[in-house]
């Protein structure tokens, strides 16, 4: 694998984990919707992580997510569950960042950060296999 692609993939991640941080750090301060947002691009950005090994990329959310869909949750690779994770919380943050009077819980966001934490480690997990497995 080219170097540039592994160092790609670092660099998402590292996005992905430093989204993380800053979602609990505003659940922390009450800040809710934009703890929900930061939580979504915490998975979102890992997933790129792991599709730069692919060398794929889209500027669309959705092409993002229907590739991951397509290529890891329909082979089986990883479980549907992950597809829910993503879909679920891409749906909660287009709610929260463009309705008017949607109101996120702290409840929304304690369960979007718990379920990103699950999505990324799992995707860590798979790139370590992938990059075993190409070197």
């Known amino acids: 694998m080219q170097p540039e692609i592994i160092d790609l993939s670092r660099y998402r991640m590292e996005k992905a984990k430093a989204d993380m941080a800053a979602s609990e750090i505003l659940l922390n301060e009450g800040l809710f919707d934009q703890s929900l947002n930061r939580s979504y691009y915490a998975i979102f950005h890992s997933v790129r992580s792991l599709l730069a090994l692919d060398q ?16 890891y949750v329909s082979p089986g690779t990883l479980d549907r569950e992950y597809a829910k994770i993503i879909m679920g919380a891409e749906r909660m943050r287009n709610k929260s960042d463009y309705d008017d009077f949607f109101v996120v819980s702290k409840a929304d966001a304690e369960n979007q950060i718990k379920n990103a934490k699950k999505f990324i480690t799992a995707i860590e997990s798979l790139i370590a296999v992938k990059m075993n497995f190409s070197s």
């Open 56 to 71: 794929f990329d889209s500027r669309k959310h959705s092409g993002i997510i229907a590739y991951f869909n397509r290529n």
